[in-house]
């Protein structure tokens, strides 16, 4: 069985500084992983995805995250916050096949603070 | 913002009622899901559509149903409500079913059954 752990619940940085949001996963095949973000009141937007290409991943908006397999781990790192990343951030682990859809499972979310 | 729009914004119903929520995908694209996100939790994978036929399902009773149109539309129906459906819910549109695919979120609808 597949699954998310995002190790902070709550992260608060100040603006300029860097932001690293922390996602271990467990996964039975080799995954595909994802970060959403999703702001106040609104839906969520996809920042970035691997999917067994290059292990260095960057999104948008100057966020990047790195597959670690021997770590289970794809963290989200930022080189300096802005206050416009204030936001929940998902790590999302899914089933590669790509044909059993319920096997898309979300983090249960790190809310991001940025203090000016 | 994306092309998926949802209706209704906000809903409040009373336990046992039955509830349909509407999902509009974006365009060009064929694949709808649906997904619950409880308060202070990641959402929910429920279940997904394509080209109007259930293509998987999360773990979630029968009385959670849906429906896509041939313009690719979406309902999502929730019969016998409990005070536990209280949620976001969010659909989510994309071009194929393949999950390396970036799926399209709308900004959900907030349910409250009391």
């Known amino acids: 069985a597949q699954s998310v752990t995002q190790l902070d619940s709550h992260v608060s940085v100040s603006e300029g500084t860097p932001v690293l949001l922390r996602c271990n996963y467990s996964?039975?095949?080799?995954?595909?992983l994802f970060w959403y973000v999703q702001h106040p009141n609104k839906g969520l937007q996809l920042l970035l995805k691997y999917t067994s290409a290059a292990t260095l991943v960057k999104g948008i908006n100057g966020f990047e995250a790195e597959f670690k397999k021997s770590e289970t781990s794809f963290h989200l790192t930022k080189p300096s916050a802005h206050m416009s990343d204030a936001a929940e951030y998902f790590c999302?682990?899914?089933?590669?096949?790509?044909?059993?859809?319920?096997?898309?499972?979300f983090g249960p979310g790190t809310s991001l603070s940025v203090i000016p | 913002e994306t092309g998926v729009t949802q209706s209704p914004t906000h809903l409040i119903k009373t336990r046992g009622q039955q509830v349909t929520l509407r999902c509009s995908s974006q365009?060009?694209?064929?694949?709808v899901s649906w997904y619950q996100q409880a308060l202070g939790q990641g959402p929910q994978f429920i279940f997904q559509y394509y080209r109007e036929e259930e293509n998987g399902r999360g773990n979630f009773p029968p009385r959670f149903s849906g429906l896509q149109f041939p313009n690719y539309s979406s309902e999502l129906n929730v019969n016998a409500l409990e005070l536990d459906d209280s949620a976001l819910y969010l659909c989510?549109?994309?071009?194929?079913?393949?999950?390396?695919?970036?799926?399209?979120f709308g900004q959900g609808t907030r349910l409250t059954v009391v």
């Open positions: 999302v682990v899914s089933d590669p096949s790509g044909t059993s859809y319920d096997k898309v499972i």
């Open positions: 996964s039975s095949y080799s995954p595909s």
């Open positions: 989510a549109s994309s071009p194929t079913t393949g999950m390396n695919t970036e799926a399209f």
């Open positions: 365009s060009g694209h064929n694949t």
